[in-house]
């Protein structure tokens, strides 16, 4: 690697001396920033991260702002900078670049076949070593990133009509849950009781589920999608709303495919009608949610809360202060400076938060006696809290660990309401069909292999 960096650059100042310090310049400062990144909170970056930069919000990425980040900055990052400024790079004549160059290419050949045995790991790990290559892993997979991007954002494909069956009033609230993981819920056998209150409620299920990625984006668009694909075809919310169904949204995150529905809220837009503590957290979504649903004309509603209460890293400020049930907590944001006690009795708080959410939307739909009412909440994706060295999430999936798939799938039905049929792991692709079981929609791409209602 090192011989092959002072090669390409040496390529490069050849060409021309000014670009090369230049680009230099740039690099030093992003590397020493990604560094920074893959030794406190070891990420890799990827195609995905690249993703995860590039749609990340101000408030999300200042949360990441720490004294070490600008220490990393100025000793990896300015310094170096100023020292390349400052220095001459001489001018080479053609037959001695010539000459270097041709010396280099052997020498790096002869490195690569001395090596061969190395051959076969070097193509296993091939994802992870691209992704800490620098500067190629954020040059080579911005590139890769856009130019996906610009394939994906063509017009979205629309799904067949559906019909709606019958006339009977029905209520789905699907609320996404971010970056939680499954074995920190009581439900799925945690030994702390970060469900006090899901507990003690009747007809509440859950089911073994992983997600299709680890990272927001792709999480979202699995939730919402008829099946695994990269085309992006018509989202549950639009398909649903373009088919006479009443669909509300609610989010305080990010991340999720173009949603086309006129009710659309972020937390900007549900803040005035917000009272109390929870409105700066995620108890703003549930503001006036009722009363929303009760101005409604339609027979069939679909709600979908869009939560970021379990977004790391500053865990400890995604929750009232009543709801620190575990102490002490961690309140760095560097996840490496706090104890793997301090830092998962942070994350389970906000467990314990979601129970608390997750247990108010039940109460609002039981009070509306005249609905049909489920509730289904499914994770994005599972979050590293410093096992195996790990911590937040975003690992290319065949390296992953399970802690960033392996994710809750938890049902409430209101009684009499429908009943589940006997299978005990599900996929976040179970949503879309499960939806649209529960209302009754009719339609051409309806799979019932992959709907949990009997
Ligand atoms: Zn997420």
């Known amino acids: 690697m090192l011989v092959l960096n002072a090669f390409v650059f040496y390529l490069i100042c050849f060409l021309s001396r000014v670009i090369a310090k230049l680009l230099m310049v740039i690099f030093f400062i992003i590397n020493s920033i990604s560094v920074y990144f893959i030794l406190i909170y070891g990420v890799i970056i990827d195609e995905g991260m690249i993703g995860n930069v590039f749609n990340t919000n101000y408030q999300e990425s200042s949360s990441f702002f720490s004294l070490s980040m600008v220490i990393f900055l100025i000793i990896l990052g300015i310094i170096p900078s100023i020292y390349l400024m400052k220095v001459k790079i001489e001018k080479v004549p053609l037959k001695k670049f010539l ?19 190395n051959w076969l790991w070097i193509d296993k790990n091939s994802k992870t070593l691209g992704g800490l290559a620098m500067p190629w892993s954020y040059a080579v997979n911005t590139s890769l990133y856009h130019i996906h991007n610009y394939q994906k954002n063509k017009k979205e494909i629309l799904l067949p009509d559906l019909t709606i069956a019958d006339k009977n009033k029905s209520i789905m609230v699907l609320v996404i849950g971010e970056s939680a993981r499954s074995q920190n819920f009581s439900l799925y056998g945690y030994e702390k009781n970060t469900n006090p209150l899901l507990s003690k409620i009747n007809n509440v299920y859950h089911y073994n589920a992983t997600s299709s990625a680890t990272y927001t984006t792709a999480g979202v668009k699995s939730i919402l999608d008829h ?48 009272i109390g503590e929870g409105c700066e957290y995620d108890g703003v979504l549930l503001a006036g949610l009722k009363e929303q649903i009760l101005a409604s ?26 709801f620190e049930t575990f102490k002490p907590v961690c309140n760095s944001v560097e996840l490496g400076y706090c104890s793997q006690a301090e830092l998962v009795n942070a994350y389970d708080n ?55 798939y392996e994710i809750p799938f938890i049902v409430w039905l209101s009684d009499s309401s429908k009943q589940l049929k006997p299978i005990t792991q599900v996929s976040q692709y179970h949503v879309f069909h499960s939806v649209l079981n529960f209302l009754n929609l009719k339609s051409p791409v309806y799979n019932e292999e992959v709907n949990i209602f009997k």
Request: charge should be neutral; charged fraction near 20%; include cysteine.
């Open 227 to 274: 099946k695994s694909t990269d085309d992006l075809y018509e989202i549950l919310p639009n398909y649903l709303y373009r088919n006479n169904v009443e669909v509300i949204w609610r989010t305080t995150n990010w991340g999720e495919p173009p949603v086309h529905v006129k009710n659309f809220s972020n937390r900007e837009a549900l803040m005035p009608n917000c």
């Open 99 to 117: 000459t270097t160059s041709f010396v280099t290419l052997l020498f790096i050949l002869a490195l690569a076949f001395a090596n061969a045995s």
């Open 297 to 322: 004309q339609k027979d069939k509603i679909f709600i979908v809360l869009h939560t970021s209460t379990s977004h790391g890293p500053s865990y400890s400020k995604k929750y009232p202060t009543q």
């Open 350 to 404: 906000t467990v314990v938060y979601t129970d608390y959410l997750l247990s108010k939307v039940i109460e609002d739909l039981k009070q509306l006696k005249q609905y049909n009412s489920a509730m289904i909440f499914v994770s994005d994706h599972g979050e590293s809290l410093g096992e195996k060295n790990l911590y937040m999430h975003g690992l290319p999936m065949s390296i992953a660990p399970k802690e960033q």
